[in-house]
């Protein structure tokens, strides 16, 4: 059996299984004394607070305690293909403040990088925390990143990132940890988040810029070897057979269903569009063409979530990306064609919907990552370890 340190103990407090010391020595076995001095331990670092009723089995009344959401802040940011979103949260991952600016991510990591560090510090102010309250800063990227360095490797759409050290660039700056992930993967735990407990398997599809999809397998985050998994977007579809790909190949699912791929065509027709936001916006206005190519990007996703739908066998798909914002336009396209090619079986209870989080759900996904990080048992055990 592993040590039951005070990280364990935490951790049952967090889920709610203890409220008492007792509880704690029937869930765990460990004496009074071992018990005791580990809570007061997470109690000198403000990793748990005393509640204010105490509970009473008919003796004396027993201290309960809770989870102190408020003990640090985690800087998070969604670094979007043309707009970045930067937050402060608590360990709850309530937002405490926020802010969105345009932003197109071929200005470089230099540059996109220092504006983070300026808008954090700016936050913290704001939140009346320090660089001390941080606990760990959380960034999505859009585009692939190999989750163990925290670098991105051969991004299409982000020149001048290729292998560039996110992390040490950060933490050369500040001490705290630094997690970097694809921006998709980060979303797709805050969309788990809205759901879980109830959906054990779960796929998030970004619909936006680019195409891509988070994978949650047994509640956790499926990354692959080297954190490629997901990348859908440049799954080769029979609609696009022509058309060349932002990453230089031909006939893949982004160049046809994207938003990019759409504002091309609908510029090709004589539309003002330069982004997903503008190819929204004109749905919005009711324009036939707009409407149409979302409507058929829909069935080409579909045609290769249904591929994934009878592989994997999710209880629920998540639609989102700014595209997910067209409601229907995309949706019945998606439901269309995975109802029509997949099992039955797998089909019978499936889920389809579009994104809870809105646009926080990259900011809100980022914090958890580090959440989960810094709170696991053994990053508890250092904290109150001292290291």
């Excluded at 921006?183 to 619909?207: D, I, R, T, W, Y």
């Excluded at 696009?240 to 065509?265: Q, T, Y």
């Excluded at 090709?268 to 503008?278: C, H, K, P, Q, T």
């Amino acid at each position: 059996m592993e040590p039951v340190g005070a990280g364990a103990l935490l951790a049952l407090l967090r889920n709610g299984q203890a409220q008492t010391r007792a509880e704690l020595v029937q869930l765990t076995g460990l004496s009074r004394s071992t018990v005791a001095q580990r809570v007061d331990a997470l109690l000198d670092h403000r990793w748990i607070v005393p509640k204010g009723d105490a509970i009473s089995s008919g003796g004396r009344p027993a201290v309960s305690f809770a989870f102190n959401a408020g003990a640090r802040v985690v800087l998070s940011a969604d670094v979007g293909t043309t707009q970045t979103r930067v937050a402060v949260t608590d360990l709850a991952t309530q937002v405490l403040a926020e802010r969105s600016q345009d932003m197109a991510i071929t200005e470089g990591p230099e540059y996109v990088l220092k504006w983070l560090v300026q808008e954090f510090e700016n936050l913290l102010a704001e939140t009346g925390h320090s660089l001390a309250d941080v606990c760990g800063v959380g960034i999505g990227l859009p585009g692939p990143v190999e989750h163990t360095t925290g670098r991105p490797v051969n991004p299409p759409v982000m020149s001048g990132w290729d292998g560039f050290d996110v992390p040490g660039w950060f933490q050369h700056r500040w001490g705290a940890p630094v997690l970097v992930d694809n921006s998709v993967n980060v979303m797709a735990l805050s969309e788990h988040g809205a759901l879980s407990p109830q959906v054990e398997h779960l796929l998030f599809v970004k619909v936006g810029t680019e195409i891509g999809c988070g994978i949650i397998t047994e509640h956790r985050l499926h990354r692959g070897a080297q954190g490629a998994a997901g990348d859908i977007g440049h799954i080769q579809v029979t609609t696009a057979p022509e058309r060349v790909c932002r990453c230089g190949n031909v006939g893949c699912l982004e160049a046809v269903a994207s938003g990019w791929a759409i504002a091309e065509r609908l510029r090709d027709l004589g539309e003002d569009v330069a982004n997903s936001r503008d190819v929204l916006g004109l749905a919005r206005t009711g324009n036939a063409a707009a409407m149409q190519m979302i409507r058929q990007a829909g069935r080409d996703i579909g045609d290769v979530l249904a591929s994934l739908v009878n592989f994997f066998n999710p209880g629920a798909i998540v639609i989102g990306g700014e595209l997910s914002d067209a409601g229907e336009h995309l949706l019945a396209g998606v439901r269309e064609v995975i109802y029509s090619r997949s099992l039955p079986l797998v089909t019978q209870h499936l889920n389809i919907r579009v994104r809870q989080m809105g646009d926080r759900a990259g900011v809100v996904g980022a914090s958890l990552m580090v959440i989960e990080h810094v709170l696991s048992p053994a990053a508890i055990d250092r904290s109150v370890a001292g290291g």
